[in-house]
């Protein structure tokens, strides 16, 4: 799981546990430790600890799938 973080930074929040649900459409507060290693999503952290936060974004909208991609 990526997040996007102030100035416009990636970072990998894989080892989030639990994970937030993405699918819930809501914001989140985060705070993590910067383990210095880039992962292909962006800055990995760790000790990541989240929470809800009372703003409500688009949910998150699937993927096509590659046949759908191939009739359109």
Do not use: F, H
């Amino acid at each position: 799981m990526v997040v996007r973080g102030p100035g416009g930074g990636y970072y990998d929040i894989s080892g989030a546990a639990p994970a937030p649900d993405p699918n819930r459409g809501v914001a989140i507060s985060l705070q993590g430790r910067d383990l210095g290693e880039n992962t292909q999503c962006g800055r990995k952290l760790a000790d990541v600890k989240w929470s809800y936060l009372n703003i409500q974004c688009a949910a998150l909208t699937p993927a096509p799938t590659p046949e759908a991609e191939k009739a359109g």
